[in-house]
């Protein structure tokens, strides 16, 4: 059985998953949410990132929890995040440290490979990776956290493609600081009998 490519993202109300300036001061995650997430992850076989997501991770997950202020789900979350296997997409990266593998290109094969593991299923973030992976309709499912704002600019987290991708709704959650989990599956049989 072969393992699920699970986008995970934070957007704004009309949108964005980043800000002017790759801005992501907006994002609501209190310990409730974090805890939420250190959840789902942790059922992970493994994250997916292109390099810019990577290197950001990188540069602060590592000991983030050797900090005094670090709170529990911080803690918890860079843990997670250390013992985790990571595929990290680049061009130019010739190596990542913690627990990295570098992939140069995505391709249904690549990809086929990675999923073919035993194991959970893999989280991909980044919205640009996540575009290549759209255009080839590599991602099985969404897991897109709505947070209360409305940016008015920034980066789309879908920009236009011309081409529906039908979803199927696999359920909501709402948390008390107001971001609501929207989860959806990919609708491959919904795609196939609209060609």
């Given at each position: 059985m072969r393992r699920?490519?699970?986008?995970?993202s934070n957007v704004s109300l009309d949108g964005y998953f980043e800000g002017p300036d790759h801005d992501l001061g907006w994002h609501r995650v209190d310990d409730e949410l974090h805890t939420h997430f250190n959840r789902v992850l942790a059922r992970m076989s493994g994250f997916i990132s292109g390099?810019?997501?990577?290197?950001l991770m990188a540069s602060f997950w590592p000991t983030a929890d050797q900090d005094p202020a670090a709170d529990g789900p911080m803690k918890e979350f860079a843990g997670i995040w250390r013992e985790m296997p990571k595929t990290v997409f680049s061009r130019t990266l010739d190596h990542a440290d913690w627990n990295t593998t570098v992939v140069r290109e995505v391709t249904p094969?690549?990809?086929a490979a990675l999923t073919a593991g035993p194991g959970g299923d893999l989280s991909l973030g980044g919205a640009e990776l996540?575009?290549?992976f759209l255009a080839q309709d590599l991602i099985d499912e969404f897991?897109?956290?709505?947070q209360p704002v409305v940016l008015?600019?920034?980066?789309?987290?879908?920009?236009?493609?011309?081409?529906?991708?039908?979803l199927t709704l696999v359920e909501t959650q709402?948390?008390?600081?107001?971001?609501?989990?929207?989860?959806?599956?990919?609708?491959?049989?919904a795609a196939s009998t609209s060609r």
């Open positions: 699920k490519i699970v986008f995970t390099r810019r997501t990577h290197e094969e690549t990809v996540a575009e290549a897991r897109i956290y709505v008015g600019r920034g980066t789309l987290l879908f920009r236009p493609t011309g081409q529906p991708l039908p709402r948390f008390t600081n107001g971001v609501t989990l929207l989860h959806y599956a990919r609708d491959r049989g």
